[in-house]
């Protein structure tokens, strides 16, 4: 290399193509050498959206007797066996619903806890007469129903629910999108 | 600047001339880019730049692993493992964090080496030295912190040693260790202190120290090899091409020592397994079993084989070995710009760290050699002291006697330092391959669709009759029972030293065939070498079983069929009559039912072992809790301890779960994976 002045920008024409090719050759050796381990560190961070929850299936949940048939919702833990990422977990309660039965049936309705505007936990007002969710307020009948003025766009997730010949009530546990218009279930 | 967009200006351009007028970023980069390069660009200034670039790739490594590891004793091993093994691309970001910080010590030592050589340590530069020395010990934290995250047995056993030599610091020792241990014990804060050491406080320091340091290197301009004789380069793009070019071999390196195995896996036809490329992760860190594997990382070696040149003094030597040599060390290196301000000291530097690494590299040959050994010693040539040693227990008098030749028994006693040289290695390899079976074991067991429980993988390992079973085995049953495949090479000599019946196999069909032939009854493997040698079974198998009118061979081979059934370990093939035949002649009071309780079939307990769930687990279980119990050996138990009764004042020497995993291990009832090939 000629160049004895500090500044690059007056090079002969020959210098001027040399030094292209210099400086092409050093980005992408740099750039080859900078991608590797950026590259495996996405590969690695995206990893969550290769993993599925689990299928949703029916969790046995209490017995027919545990629901009294007096319209009133009761709140009942889900139990069931859990993975997260490395550690299997046993038996133990995942989340909530809600039970309710009419007089004299034998159908149980079930209610999922999570509140459809941003997924809080809807509790049940003391007098057990609707619900009402701590964290913006909105308010449902005991049949999950909307009670308007509301934040939520919807009326609260039911879910199916089974009930066996023995009385075991199992419930289909599922989670839905929260803050839209539609019952969507989450994969 | 001339801009590559000629014409009107594009919207590229105007944008950077709307951030040139408000940042004035183009002078930045023109600052930064065009810096004089005195005598022009060199492949021997790259040093420097591939330690930035090296340290960055550890930071964008090591962001993205912190994004799924968890500093617990309950959960680092357990992260580690699932970003080795499950999550996409884990193995790589582990693999290139791991390597690219050997790699970093490697250049360190070369861009020290550089600066000492070319005397760029001189004034004005000797502050920046110095940041440089502060530097290097923050790297080398960073290394020795690092090596404990996963909570595998080497981390844990050489972070145990390393902290024990911080205990050994004059008068603050005891509680700098307890604060780096985070406590009186190892446990969930030493992870997360070591945690943010090595991804908090250390990294930082060492950005702070590393932007000082780059400021003052461009202020005092690079410090060119004397004489300079050609013109001058410019940093871009001429020295940053050379810069990139080394740091993108630095990552190939890398690259490779991760990929190399796979490519291997691949030419030689066999399955890559992406869970295994990259860094190692051990067995999970577990306090209680003896670790002989333990050595620190290869770049602190010639420390562990440095101190033991002080072995013998105590803590006395520890502390010199540790502490006053390695500060000794750095203290000489922190006066180098002053004694080097002479022509001599110059030179006396040049020479002490040429020296200072020519010491390390023999120190880690050493330490090397004394572990592999093994690898490459003369065992041929060895042989005879080798046998020697082992008879004579390497007493001179005994070698004498033994040799009778005065000059040769000299001569095998002057072999015998390379005789225990290579027992050393040889254990020291065994605990080597131990620890990798137990660390592919753990890594198996994580792997069961049922996951790792919520009380951690050493919990799922000390569970696990594969990993305790030998264990166990070895500690209680080994120094009687042999248990060895008859079908190996060495199987007769190690049988020979048994005094006890070979349990390998033991509930098998293959086990009660030996056991039935007469040639074997009272061999070695059954009742040779015990009280029974002359019993009732013995004279039984040799005497009544070999009247062919009685026992036709069908009916042995219908007994054996039912005994493996009775344990579980039987062929499922088995015909129904087969076993129904059996199970007549076996209840028999005429045949084995004379003796033998077998269901209901009467005979009294206590003459001989009960054959109902003979082999079975809870069989096993009963036996090894009690063998004096009248369903097995009764009053004629012959020396067998009774492993699950608790002497009078004493507890039992195994507990219930220890034996259950002795006896699943013999029954080989433990969890293997399921294979696609479905072996
Ligand atoms: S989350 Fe329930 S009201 Fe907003």
């Known amino acids: 290399m000629q160049t004895t002045k500090a500044d690059g920008d007056r090079d002969s024409a020959g210098d001027t193509r040399r030094g292209f090719l210099a400086k092409v050759a050093a980005l992408a050796c740099g750039g080859l050498a900078t991608v590797a381990p950026l590259a495996a560190g996405v590969w690695a961070f995206l990893d969550p959206l290769r993993r599925k929850g689990a299928a949703a299936t029916f969790l046995p949940v209490t017995e027919l007797t545990a629901v009294p048939d007096d319209g009133v919702p009761r709140q009942f833990a889900v139990v069931s066996e859990r993975i997260d990422a490395w550690t299997g977990f046993p038996r133990e309660p995942i989340g909530a619903v809600y039970l309710r039965r009419e007089k004299g049936s034998q159908q149980v309705e079930a209610l999922s806890a999570t509140c459809p505007h941003a997924g809080c936990f809807v509790e049940l007002e003391a007098d057990g007469r609707c619900f009402r969710c701590p964290c913006h307020n909105s308010t449902f009948t005991r049949d999950g129903g909307i009670v308007q003025p509301s934040p939520s766009p919807r009326v609260m997730d039911a879910l199916e629910c089974q009930v066996s010949e023995s009385g075991a009530v199992s419930v289909k546990w599922q989670n839905f999108y929260t803050g839209i218009a539609d019952k969507v279930a989450r994969e | ?679």
């Open chain 2, 1 to 679: 600047m001339r801009s590559p967009f000629r014409g009107r200006p594009g919207p590229l351009r105007k944008l950077g001339d709307f951030l040139d007028d408000r940042t004035g970023w183009r002078g930045l980069v023109h600052e930064a880019l065009y810096e004089r390069v005195p005598g022009g660009a060199r492949w021997r200034y790259v040093w420097g730049s591939t330690l930035v670039f090296a340290f960055m790739t550890q930071v964008i490594t090591g962001l993205f692993l912190w994004a799924s590891y968890s500093a617990s004793a309950q959960t680092a091993w357990e992260s580690v493992w699932y970003i080795q093994h499950e999550m996409a691309g884990g193995w790589l970001l582990r693999g290139i964090h791991h390597f690219m910080a050997q790699a970093m010590v490697i250049l360190l030592a070369l861009h020290l080496l550089q600066v000492v050589i070319d005397g760029a340590y001189k004034a004005p530069r000797e502050v920046n030295f110095w940041l440089g020395l502060v530097l290097m010990m923050l790297v080398l934290g960073m290394a020795l912190t690092g090596y404990l995250l996963p909570w595998d047995q080497k981390g844990y056993w050489a972070t145990r040693v390393a902290t024990n030599l911080a205990g050994l610091v004059p008068l603050v020792g005891p509680q700098l260790q307890q604060l780096v241990v985070g406590g009186p014990d190892y446990g969930h804060h030493t992870l997360t202190r070591f945690f943010a050491l090595h991804a908090g406080f250390l990294p930082a320091t060492l950005v702070l120290f590393l932007v000082v340091h780059l400021a003052l290197f461009r202020k005092h301009g690079l410090h060119a090899k004397q004489p300079v004789t050609r013109p001058d380069g410019m940093f871009w793009p001429d020295q940053l091409l050379k810069d990139t070019v080394a740091m993108l071999a630095v990552m190939a390196v890398v690259l490779g020592v991760i990929l190399v195995p796979a490519v291997r896996a691949m030419l030689a036809g066999g399955p890559v397994v992406a869970g295994e490329l990259g860094a190692e992760l051990g067995a999970p860190a577990d306090p209680s079993q003896p670790y002989a594997a333990a050595r620190p990382e290869w770049y602190f070696l010639f420390l562990f084989q440095f101190l033991k040149v002080f072995e013998g003094w105590g803590a006395t030597g520890e502390f010199l070995g540790a502490i006053v040599v390695p500060g000794v060390i750095m203290l000489v290196m922190f006066l180098m710009p002053i004694v080097g301000r002479w022509r001599l000291g110059h030179r006396f530097n040049v020479a002490f760290t040429l020296g200072l690494l020519a010491g390390v590299a023999a120190l880690t040959g050493l330490a090397l050699d004394e572990d592999y050994y093994a690898v490459w010693a003369d065992k041929q040539r060895l042989a005879e002291a080798a046998r020697l040693y082992d008879e004579t227990g390497g007493d001179e008098a005994k070698v004498l006697a033994s040799v009778g030749d005065k000059a040769k028994a000299r001569a095998v006693a002057g072999q015998f330092h390379a005789v225990e040289k290579l027992r050393r290695s040889e254990a020291f390899l065994a605990a080597v391959s131990t620890a990798r079976a137990d660390a592919e074991r753990a890594a198996e067991l994580a792997g069961r669709p049922e996951r790792i429980p919520p009380a951690g993988a050493l919990d799922l390992v000390r569970r696990d009759p594969l990993a305790q079973g030998p264990r166990l085995f070895a500690q209680h049953c080994g120094s009687c029972h042999a248990h060895v495949d008859p079908a190996r090479p060495d199987a007769a000599a190690i049988l020979a030293k048994s005094s006890a019946a070979n349990l390998h196999g033991f509930g098998t069909a293959a086990w009660m065939r030996g056991l039935l032939d007469p040639e074997q009854v009272a061999g070695p493997a059954y009742f040779g070498n015990t009280a029974h040698r002359e019993g009732d079974m013995v004279g039984f198998v040799q005497g009544d079983l070999q009247d062919k009118d009685t026992w036709k061979q069908a009916d042995i081979e219908a007994v054996i069929a039912v005994m493996a059934a009775e344990s579980g370990l039987g062929d499922a093939a088995t015909p129904a009559q087969t076993i129904a035949r059996g199970r007549e002649l076996v209840a028999a009071t005429d045949r084995c039912g004379g003796c033998h309780r077998f269901g209901d079939n009467g005979t009294d307990l206590g003459t001989a072992c009960d054959l109902t769930g003979w082999g079975g687990r809870e069989w096993l279980v009963g036996i090894i809790r009690d063998p004096t119990h009248e369903r097995f050996y009764g009053t004629s138990n012959d020396r067998m301890p009774s492993f699950g009764k608790a002497a009078e004042s004493a507890a039992p020497l195994l507990t219930a779960e220890q034996i259950g995993l002795i006896a699943d291990w013999l029954r080989g009832a433990w969890y293997r994976p399921a294979t696609l090939a479905g072996e």
